[in-house]
């Protein structure tokens, strides 16, 4: 429904030299892609990142970013420097940065008015863990964080940000949702920002999966109807493996 968008989460990898290789590796594979495509890179692989990516149909994000333009805030990078380095998009919500550094729905609804305000775009990260699935709570959940982090935008900023369903069990487990399960919590989400907003603004968001998808499920999941691309970690650190991943999202 939304725009196809493929963006790859490298989370604690690579140096920036490394980022460089593996850019220049990409950039051929991907450069007739039918779909947006994202690298996801360490803070400190960005300037590389960038400065291969130049020219190119291949768009930088960063993995996090504090709320606040600047201040006593030691070890955080702010969206305004980010924006100001030329970086387009910034991941918010990660299940990890949840898990293991303290993001709370609130702190995630922080960010994401902080890297809007600076005029970034923003991949959303919304997902449960694998006891709320048995529980029978993914619906709550899901629409709990989606509606908690979008409490402060309005429907024009809601243009510049995409959600990435990622199911915590699924994550970095090679145990991916099953192309159903992806798409039945990718419409309930789109469910959810068709009532905080409208119809419209809800078709036309991108929707992506994450969770293991990789080159062998990915055509699957993306022919889901409310599966507008993925958000993709391990299977991302491989060229060729993203390259199809990117073809086959169209
Ligand atoms: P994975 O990670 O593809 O390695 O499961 C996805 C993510 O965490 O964004």
């Keep these: 429904m939304g725009k196809y968008v493929i963006a790859g989460n490298w989370k604690m990898n690579k ?3 490394e980022a460089t290789a593996l850019i220049n590796e990409l950039k051929p594979l991907v450069a007739n892609a039918s779909c947006d495509v994202i690298v996801g890179v ?4 960005l300037p590389a ?8 149909n291949i768009g930088v994000a960063a993995q996090n ?3 606040k333009e600047s201040g006593a805030y030691t070890g955080e990078i702010s969206a305004a420097m980010l924006k100001a380095m030329g970086v387009g998009t910034v991941i918010l919500g990660h299940s990890e940065r949840r898990t293991y550094f303290g993001d709370t729905n609130e702190t995630v609804a922080q960010r994401v008015r902080g890297a809007l305000d600076a005029g970034l775009n923003v991949i959303l990260c919304v997902g449960e863990y694998l006891e709320q699935r048995e529980q029978g709570v993914t619906g709550e959940v899901v629409a709990m964080q989606t509606k908690i982090a979008l409490g402060g935008v309005s429907e024009e900023e ?5 959600i990435a369903y990622e199911p915590v069990w699924a994550i970095g487990t090679g145990k991916t949702a099953t192309a159903e399960q992806a798409n039945e919590v990718c419409a309930l989400i789109r469910a959810t920002v068709a009532g905080l907003y409208n119809d419209a603004a809800a078709k036309a968001l991108t929707i992506q999966y994450g969770g293991s998808m ?3 499920n990915a055509a699957d999941l993306l022919a889901q109807p409310d599966v507008d691309g993925g958000l993709i970690g391990g299977a ?3 060229a060729n493996d993203f390259s199809i991943i990117v073809a086959a999202a169209k």
């Design 158 to 162: 809601l243009k510049r940000v995409i």
């Design 65 to 67: 970013c504090h709320w």
């Design 42 to 45: 360490p803070f400190v692989d």
């Design 236 to 238: 991302a650190l491989k």
């Design 15 to 17: 140096t920036p030299a």
């Design 49 to 56: 990142a960038l400065e291969a990516t130049a020219g190119t």
């Design 214 to 216: 990789n080159a062998g």
